[in-house]
């Protein structure tokens, strides 16, 4: 064989190979049609969770959600079920869990289960069912009166990410309204953001109760970026009463705030509505579908 009939089968080789190869690649319109990883918080729900979990996740994964943020775990359940249970469930019905909401247990919910009260056995057991984030939901008033109950929410954030981290978890904190209004002269936010570790205590942005508190969340990703790991989505009714609404039905431009996802950090989201005009599945159904629609 000569230098040229050489290099002429060498090519034909490597050819042959690159072949090969391209044929287990998926096409261009495989990764069209690739499912997007839509969250929902179950909290939309509750009601329906209350009375038939299984039948209703059911019902959540045929609308074409992948992912489930639970709450209301308590003394080692979620929605009733052990984690094995609820954790077999998902699986099932192929939905993940990669976050799950708990309370402070300072006041109103004071079981076991909580960042005061049996936060480790919480945390196992929210490893067991693989979830990778735990977040503070949110913090009652009789429990945020003054700028002092938010420096020590600080440190209880910090203390209970410790205990997330050696599970391999990240810890956040998840926004309503009244963070972002002045109190004693000073925005808590700023208070549980300065206060707070960003390795250990990361935020979950609720895009509805930011901007309803004035805030613009691309600003918040710049000035805290790669800290919004996980956000909240729901859409602010064209209404003078600014109710919640579907998403795409309101007045959020989800397409900015998602075009700035990189800046955020963002690696799960979740559609929530809070309160529903319409009955809750189907407004999810709703909020999925113009999901669907955005470049995510």
Known sequence: MNHAEKMTRQQFLKLGALATSAAFLPSFDTFAQTPKKVGLQLYTLREAMAKDPDGTLK????????????????????FGK?????????????????????TTGNVVVTGKGT??????????DA????????????????????????????????????????AGIQFAYHNH???FKELEGQIPYDILTKGTDPKLVQLELDLYWA???????????????????????????????REFAEVGTGSIDFQRIFDAKKTAGMTHYFVEQDVCKRPPLEAIAISYKNIEKLKV
Not at 82 to 102: E, F, I, M, Q, V
Not at 134 to 152: G, H, I, N, S
Not at 219 to 240: N, Q, S, Y
């Open 127 to 166: 490893a067991s069912i693989g979830q990778k984030y735990m977040v503070c939901a949110y913090l009652f008033p009789p429990e945020r009166t003054k700028l002092d109950d938010y420096k020590q929410f600080a440190d209880l954030f910090n203390k209970s990410a410790e205990v997330c981290k050696a």
């Open 211 to 241: 901007t309803i508190a004035g805030q613009d969340p691309v600003e918040l990703f710049k000035k805290h970026p790669g800290r919004f790991p996980l956000w909240h989505v729901k859409d602010i009714a064209k209404t003078p009463e």
């Open 177 to 179: 309204d009244f963070e």
């Open 115 to 124: 960042l005061k009260n049996d936060w480790k056995r919480a945390v196992d």
């Open 59 to 78: 019902k959540v994964a045929d609308i074409g959600y992948k992912e489930v943020e639970s709450f209301g775990y308590s003394d080692g359940k979620f």
């Open 82 to 102: 052990t984690p094995k249970d609820y954790a077999a469930l998902l699986k099932n019905l192929g939905l993940t869990t990669p976050s799950g909401h708990y």
